[in-house]
């Protein structure tokens, strides 16, 4: 196992050396490096759907049944043994030592760094923005024909009601070509 080291520097140095203090973000390469393992991913990916601690042999049964693609009921004994040995010496101190996990007396701890790794775990549902558009548009619409028609019962003049209308639309509009922009972007650092 090839321990990432950056520029003479340990993995743990880059993330506040244990001491307590909050964890600086880690590198690009320290990131992809515990990305690059199918266990570690499976790992991280059950902490964050958790968000609390869990104990290890829970976790090895559940990254054994990611792996067999199978439930955790029906994992061998043999697969979760594999999987229990390989997180114990290898994994979670890798994760332990970039504050991304804390493993201590059997349990697994989500740490301080996970949140970096969400963008990379979790697919991002694309925002079905034509759709959203059309069904906008279409209630924007029947709003202001709602509006005009019975503007006259309104104790509002229908001009203000129309700009009240016209400022939501374009507030909408706005919001909606952020969203757009943002969920076709590529993810990670700019």
Same mark, same amino acid.
């Given at each position: 196992?090839?321990?990432?080291?950056?520029?003479?520097?340990?993995? *743990?140095?880059? +993330?506040?050396?244990?001491?307590?203090?909050?964890?600086?973000?880690?590198? &690009?390469?320290?990131?992809? #490096?515990?990305?690059?393992?199918?266990?570690?991913?499976?790992?991280?990916? #059950?902490?964050?759907?958790?968000?609390?601690?869990?104990?290890?042999?829970?976790?090895?049964? #559940? +990254?054994?049944?990611?792996?067999?693609?199978?439930? &955790?009921?029906?994992?061998?004994?043999?697969?979760?043994?594999?999987?229990? =040995?390989?997180?114990?010496?290898? #994994?979670?101190? /890798?994760?332990?030592?970039?504050?991304?996990?804390?493993?201590?007396?059997?349990?697994?701890?989500?740490?301080?760094?996970?949140?970096?790794?969400? &963008?990379?775990?979790?697919?991002?549902?694309?925002?079905?923005?034509?759709?959203? =558009?059309?069904?906008?548009?279409?209630?924007? =619409?029947?709003?202001?024909?709602?509006?005009? /028609?019975?503007?006259?019962?309104? &104790?509002? *003049?229908?001009?203000? =009601?129309? *700009? !009240? !209308?016209? %400022? +939501?639309?374009?507030?909408?509009?706005?919001?909606? @070509?952020?969203?757009?922009?943002? *969920?076709?972007?590529? @993810? %990670?650092?700019?």
């Amino acid at each position: 196992m090839v321990d990432d080291m950056s520029h003479g520097r340990s993995a *743990s140095a880059e +993330v506040g050396g244990g001491d307590g203090s909050a964890p600086a973000r880690l590198s &690009p390469s320290n990131v992809f #490096h515990v990305l690059q393992n199918g266990r570690r991913r499976a790992t991280l990916r #059950h902490l964050a759907d958790r968000g609390e601690s869990v104990e290890i042999g829970a976790l090895a049964e #559940h +990254v054994a049944a990611v792996e067999e693609g199978c439930t &955790p009921e029906n994992v061998s004994a043999d697969a979760r043994r594999r999987v229990y =040995v390989s997180l114990h010496q290898t #994994h979670l101190g /890798t994760l332990s030592e970039r504050g991304i996990a804390r493993y201590e007396r059997g349990t697994v701890t989500p740490g301080p760094a996970l949140d970096q790794f969400e &963008p990379y775990l979790f697919e991002r549902r694309r925002l079905p923005w034509k759709q959203f =558009v059309r069904i906008g548009g279409l209630g924007w =619409v029947m709003g202001t024909l709602v509006t005009l /028609t019975t503007a006259r019962y309104l &104790p509002l *003049s229908t001009v203000a =009601v129309l *700009s !009240l !209308l016209v %400022g +939501v639309g374009a507030a909408a509009a706005t919001r909606v @070509t952020r969203l757009v922009r943002t *969920s076709t972007e590529p @993810t %990670g650092e700019r």
